[in-house]
């Protein structure tokens, strides 16, 4: 089967639901073809902007951006004024959709606590992972419940007292009772946070804080205020217990990417967006340095995608955007080179944030975001990409994963509406 439309996007992550929809709010027909989740459904749903720029951490991501060189994403897109533009679109998004995303309350990052009892810089977080109220307080507890996996607050208190600026305060440690009886593994803050959505699990949230609220002006939670109404459980919760939560980051599943994800599904489903789901872009057919078509293949077979222009988000190796054998790596779908050093030894570094091939590695494009050939000229005149698969910066150094995800596809999306 053949169905053409004026925009395909390729990849249900932040950039490729960025693109996506801001493509239909221009008045595009735009299909979206994904092969799985992406890697915002697994990620703690806040913005990293940029939290490090050559291993030291940056006091304002958008003043730092300036010095980003010309190949990063950021800079080919037109650097601070783009990424703000893509940062408010995304909380005027997600607030229409029942999330408040908060900026730290000065110039620069967040420092938003993780359930490993590290501090993480990030430039827009959900208002419940919100951490400045810790600011005014001496006393917390840090809570978890009973059989939760990953989240143990003696460790988390033990690794918070190593950072000065937490030092001098007195966390206590609080074990709620598990509310899920007879489960069948640990839990994760997932199973609670869905728990937490059913009114029963609401009640039992709210009365097993009361003590601890009583005592202690905020309480550090794993993420389990819910998911859909996550806010307004949040909301509700600080007003009944008359305390300040904060969750806290957690390792994958991080609940608040999922709560972010589902905001977006809506929106694009609410915009006409055609999501077609479990459908692989197996290949394309390009003719004169144009695409006409990509086809999927889904368990009912093998189907067309016609389109004006493509954007293409399907992320790094771990989303299948990029595929690498011994001395090469290339994009999956249209095979473009990376120019891998052919000694593979030579593709990390022995730091493991040092400067590497294999932190960096992914499509080179122009500052329209279509793709570049070895001798730097475009080479698929309709098709952008964006997100991971992009070449020139590190996501894991920098901390700027989503930051790159979200500005990059909304510029995709944005250039690929006017058109
Ligand atoms: C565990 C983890 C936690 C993270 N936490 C954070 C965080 O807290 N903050 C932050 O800013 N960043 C975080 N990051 C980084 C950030 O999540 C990513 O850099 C960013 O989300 C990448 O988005 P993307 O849309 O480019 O790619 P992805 O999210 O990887 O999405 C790629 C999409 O393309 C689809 N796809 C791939 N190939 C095909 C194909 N052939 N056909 C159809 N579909 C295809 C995939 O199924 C997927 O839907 C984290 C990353 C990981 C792995």
Avoid at 190 to 198: F, N
Wanted: glycine fraction near 10%; charged fraction near 20%; include cysteine.
């Amino acid at each position: 089967m053949n169905r053409k439309t004026d925009i395909v996007v390729v990849g249900s992550g932040l950039a490729g639901m960025s693109a996506a929809l801001t493509a239909a709010q221009s008045g595009k027909k735009v299909t979206l073809l994904t092969h799985g989740a992406g890697t915002l459904a697994i990620s703690s749903g806040c913005i990293d902007v940029l939290g490090y720029l050559n291993g030291v951490r940056v006091a304002d991501p958008f003043e730092s951006m300036a010095t980003l060189p010309a190949e990063h994403p950021y800079s080919l897109i037109g650097g601070a004024e783009t990424v703000r533009e893509a940062i408010d679109w995304l909380k005027s998004v997600c607030r229409k959709g029942g999330i408040d995303m908060a900026h730290a309350a000065e110039e620069g990052n967040h420092t938003l606590i993780t359930v490993m009892g590290t501090l993480k810089p990030s430039y827009l977080c959900p208002d419940s992972f919100n951490p400045d109220c810790l600011k005014d307080v001496h006393r917390a507890a840090v809570v978890t419940v009973e059989n939760m996996k990953d989240v143990h607050p003696g460790l988390i208190i033990d690794q918070l007292h190593r950072y000065a600026e937490l030092s001098d305060k007195e966390f206590m440690e609080a074990v709620l009772p598990c509310p899920i009886e007879h489960a069948h593994r640990n839990i994760t803050p997932l199973d609670i946070a869905r728990h937490v959505e059913t009114p029963e699990g609401m009640k039992w949230l709210e009365k097993s804080l009361m003590p601890y609220a009583k005592l202690y002006p905020v309480l550090l939670l794993p993420p389990i205020c819910g998911m859909k109404h996550s806010q307004q459980i949040w909301n509700q919760l600080c007003s009944a217990l008359k305390v300040k939560i904060i969750e806290m980051v957690s390792i994958p599943p991080g609940v608040a990417g999922l709560r972010m994800r589902d905001v977006l599904k809506k929106a694009l489903n609410a915009a006409g967006v055609y999501m077609v789901e479990s459908a692989e872009v197996v290949r394309a057919e390009v003719e004169e340095g144009r695409c006409k078509t990509v086809h999927t293949l889904t368990a009912s077979g093998e189907d067309a995608w016609e389109a004006d222009s493509f954007i293409i988000a399907t992320g790094g190796l771990l989303s299948g955007g990029i595929s690498t054998a011994p001395g090469k790596a290339w994009e999956s779908i249209f095979q473009l080179s990376l120019d891998a050093p052919a000694d593979t030894e030579a593709w990390s570094s022995p730091d493991i944030f040092g400067s590497s091939f294999f932190a960096s590695m992914g499509v080179k494009v122009n500052h329209e975001l279509k793709p570049l050939n070895g001798e730097g000229n475009v080479c698929l005149d309709n098709v952008r990409f964006a997100g991971r698969v992009l070449g020139g910066y590190d996501f894991a150094a920098e901390k700027s994963g989503n930051g790159v995800a979200l500005a990059t596809g909304r510029y995709a999306g944005m250039l690929a509406g006017k058109e």
